[in-house]
C-alpha cells in the first residue's frame, strides 16, 4: 500500500479552539501584585496613594452608573414589550444594583475620610470624574473587545453555534444514532464481505470548517461512491407521521484502488451558516463563520460526549481544505479516519491476545469477541 503523509493523531486539535481557561484573571492578579509593589516602592505617603486609590474607584463607580443612566434612557421606552411593563426590571438590568451601590458607597465613604483639604472642593473631583466617564461613553471606549464579547457569548452559551449544535443533536442525532449500529448490523449479515471491521459501524459526521456542504457526494469527490441506504428509521414526530430517517453507505477507494464502506453525511446545519454569510441581512462575515463553525464542533463533540445512548455510534471529522484545489481531499480524509479506526479495533486485538495467552483463537472468532459493547475499550473514537 503506498505509504500516507503523517499527520497528528488528533487531526481537530490544531482546527478546533478549546474552552478559555482562566489565564487572563491569573494574568490580572499577577499584574496587580507587581503594580502594588511599584507603588510601594516610590515612597510616597501611604496616605496619599490611599487617597488616589479610592478617588479613582469611585470614578470608576460614576463610570458605572453614569452608562446605565444612558441605557435606561432607551430602555423606558421598551417597558412593556422587553421588560413586561415593569420600571424596577428596566432599572435593575441597567444598573447592577447588587454589587455598584455598596461599591460607591464605600470608596466615597473612604474618599472623604482621607480628604486634607488640599484645596479643591470635593464637587471639583467628581465633576472631572463624571466628564472623563461621560467622554469614554460618547468616543465609544467603554466598549468591550472582541475577545470579552467571544468570551461572554461562550460562557453563556448565547452563540449561533450553540443553538445548532442542540437542534442537531435533539432533533436528529440522539434519534438516529442509537440505531446505527442495528442497522450496520442486520447489512453486514446480507453482505458480510463489505463492513468487515466493526469498530468503522459509526455514522461519520463531516465538519467542512469553511461551512461548504456538498449534496452529492460523489460529485465533490469521485473516489466517493454512493452504494446503497441503510434500513429506514421511522418515528412520529412533531405533527408528522411516519417521519422516515435513514443514511447512506459509501465506498471509498484508497489509493490502491481498495475499497472501504462505510455510512458518511455532513452535519447540515453548517449549511445555515453558510447562508447567513451570504446574507447580507444576518451582518455575519466569513471571519464569523469560521468561528462559529469551529464553536459548533466543539459543543456538539461535547454533547454527544455527554450522551450515553450515542457512545460509539459516531464519528466527527472536522478538516479545513487547503487554499489549493486537490481532487480526492475529501476522501483521503474519510480514509485517514476509518484506517485509524482499523488501528484502533487491531490495539483492542492485541491487547486481548496477551491478556489471554492460553487461548487460541481464529482471526474471525476473536473478531466477534472484540466486537461485544461490554467490553473495555482503551482508544476512544467517538470524539477523537
Given amino acids: 500500500m503506498s505509504q500516507e503523509p503523517r499527520r497528528p493523531s488528533h487531526p481537530s486539535a490544531l482546527l478546533i479552539p478549546k474552552a478559555r481557561g482562566g ?18 516602592l516610590t515612597g510616597e505617603p501611604l496616605v496619599a496613594i490611599a487617597r488616589g486609590l479610592t478617588f479613582h474607584f469611585v470614578a470608576l463607580q460614576i463610570g458605572v452608573l453614569l452608562k446605565g443612566a444612558c441605557y435606561l434612557a432607551e430602555e423606558i421606552f421598551h417597558l412593556q414589550s422587553r421588560h413586561h411593563g ?32 488640599d484645596g479643591h472642593p470635593l464637587g471639583l473631583y467628581l465633576g472631572l470624574a463624571s466628564l472623563c466617564q461621560l467622554l469614554i461613553l460618547a468616543l ?70 469553511n461551512c461548504d456542504i456538498y449534496d452529492d457526494l460523489e460529485k465533490a469527490d469521485s473516489n466517493i461512491q454512493y452504494l446503497t441506504d441503510l434500513a429506514e428509521t421511522t418515528v412520529t414526530r412533531a405533527g408528522i407521521k411516519k417521519r422516515v430517517y435513514k443514511h447512506s453507505l459509501y465506498a471509498i477507494r484508497d489509493e490502491d484502488n481498495k475499497l472501504w464502506h462505510c455510512a458518511v453525511e455532513f452535519a447540515t446545519p453548517l449549511q445555515s451558516l453558510y447562508a447567513m454569510s451570504q446574507d447580507e441581512c444576518a451582518a455575519f462575515s466569513r471571519e464569523d463563520r469560521l468561528e462559529q463553525a469551529k464553536l459548533f464542533y466543539r459543543t456538539l463533540e461535547e454533547i454527544l460526549k455527554g450522551s450515553k445512548e450515542c457512545t460509539g455510534t459516531y464519528r466527527l471529522i472536522a478538516y479545513e ?26 490495539a483492542v486485538c492485541e491487547g486481548n491476545q496477551l491478556n489471554n495467552p492460553a487461548t487460541t483463537l481464529s482471526s474471525t472468532e476473536l473478531n466477534l469477541q472484540i466486537s461485544e459493547s461490554d467490553l473495555p475499550q482503551p482508544l476512544r473514537s467517538d470524539g477523537f
Fill in 86 to 117: 415593569s420600571f424596577w426590571r428596566a432599572l435593575s438590568t441597567c444598573f447592577p444594583l447588587h454589587w455598584h451601590w455598596p461599591m460607591l458607597l464605600a470608596c466615597g465613604s473612604a474618599y472623604m475620610a482621607f480628604l486634607d483639604g
Fill in 140 to 209: 465609544g471606549l467603554h466598549k468591550p473587545s472582541a475577545v470579552e464579547v467571544s468570551e461572554i457569548s461562550e460562557r453563556s452559551k448565547q452563540n449561533v453555534a450553540h443553538g445548532l449544535a442542540w437542534s442537531f443533536y435533539v432533533g436528529y442525532l440522539k434519534i438516529v444514532l442509537p440505531r446505527v449500529k442495528k442497522s450496520m448490523e442486520e447489512f453486514s449479515r446480507a453482505n458480510p464481505n463489505m463492513l468487515v471491521c466493526r469498530e468503522t459501524w459509526k455514522l461519520h459526521i463531516l465538519v467542512p470548517l
Fill in 23 to 40: 489565564r487572563a484573571q491569573r494574568a490580572g492578579y499577577l499584574l496587580l501584585a507587581l503594580c502594588a509593589a511599584a507603588l510601594y
Fill in 321 to 346: 481544505e487547503s487554499g489549493e484545489a486537490e481532487t480526492h481531499f475529501l476522501s483521503r480524509e474519510i480514509l485517514w479516519h476509518l484506517r485509524q479506526q482499523r488501528h484502533e479495533e487491531y
